[in-house]
């Protein structure tokens, strides 16, 4: 089939501010579009209705965020290149994103279809947030050059990380205009933040002084951690995770005795409920699965790895409406 790819470039700097100690720069955007004949779609079902999916040409696509309209937001690898580029895919079409000639990623898509991640200029990792063809660049204060926006509500409120000079990960929001530094009590890091499209439910990674994984929930104020029984680590480094209008949150665990992968890692997918009940949830017959994020559907993206250590993006469409979830429209 034919798939339309635009890339997105950038063309001029409009402006600058910075609320709350957190730095912010805007840039105008022009899209132009390119066409790429026989992309290639790979569907595959087995009762979940799982569907494969590659950016063409790329050694690696990652799917990270999905909207509740099946809008996918991640990043991808070409062989042989270092460079990592954005992308947002709906229905068979790409759209490429490249905001640098390093590392772009898209790490959050909203129900309007603004979307946030991480762009590299240098050595400096810049958080940003697009809506609208306007850019806006966010670095975090006390950074030391690495802050990524990871969720975005309809709202436009926004949650993220950033690094502090001592090495340390912290979480942040910014909710009603209001910036916030979120840190699990107790823990050195914050390894993962994810928000829901309504901005009710946060939730994340924190790391123990042990350097142990755990998942985390933020309201109101308060702390709740939790753990998939048995879990050496509940969550991973690359901070993947996600969770919906219904709190119910995804995303990956190890067990002490999963074998590292040859792609150098290793786990499983979870599911947790808005109840706090934790199950697995891995792609068919793959060694590894990170499950990055769920929409109101029960939809649920991620990237998997096979035995060869070769990795794919995948969409899984919920297989059943059980009262919590509001039908879906198909695939995305």
């Known amino acids: 089939m034919s798939t339309i790819w635009r890339i997105i470039a950038v063309v001029a700097a409009v402006a600058s501010s910075s609320p709350a100690g957190f730095a912010q720069s805007a840039a ?39 909207n509740d309209r099946g809008l996918i937001g991640g990043l991808y690898l070409k062989p042989g290149s270092p460079m990592r580029h954005g992308f947002l895919y709906n229905r068979g079409r790409f759209t490429l994103v490249d905001f640098s000639t390093s590392y772009t990623n898209v790490y959050a898509v909203n129900n309007k279809g603004e979307f946030g991640g991480r762009y590299d200029t240098g050595v400096i990792a810049h958080g940003y947030v697009y809506s609208n063809g306007l850019l806006t660049t966010i670095d975090a204060p006390d950074s030391d050059g690495f802050t990524v926006v990871t969720g975005i509500t309809d709202g436009g409120d926004i949650v993220g990380r950033f690094r502090s000079a001592d090495g340390r990960t912290h979480g942040f929001a910014r ?27 946060i939730a994340g990674f924190w790391t123990d002084p042990g350097r142990r994984l755990h998942g985390f929930t933020y309201e109101a104020g308060a702390y709740t951690s939790f753990d998939v029984s048995g879990a050496q680590d509940t969550g991973s480094v690359a901070g993947a995770i996600g969770v919906n209008k219904h709190a119910e949150i995804v ?27 934790l199950k697995a949830f891995d792609f068919p017959g793959s060694a590894v699965t990170f499950n990055t994020s769920i929409n109101k559907h029960g939809d649920i993206v991620g990237l998997f790895y096979d035995s060869a250590g070769v990795g794919r993006g995948f969409f899984a469409r919920a297989g059943s409406e059980d009262g919590a979830h509001e039908k879906g429209n198909g695939k995305p």
């Open 175 to 201: 909710i009603g205009g209001v910036w916030s530094v979120i840190d699990y009590p107790g823990g050195i890091g914050v390894e993962g933040m994810a928000i829901d499209s309504k901005g009710r439910h």
């Open 28 to 66: 105008v955007l022009a899209l132009r579009t390119v066409d790429f004949e026989n992309a290639v779609q790979m569907p595959n079902s087995t009762g979940t209705e799982f569907n494969i999916f590659e950016v063409p040409g790329s050694q690696d696509t990652r799917p990270v965020a999905v």
């Open 251 to 277: 995303g990956a665990f190890t067990l002490p005795t999963d074998p590292i992968n040859s792609c150098g890692c290793a786990g499983h997918g979870f599911i947790r409920d808005d109840e706090g009940g």
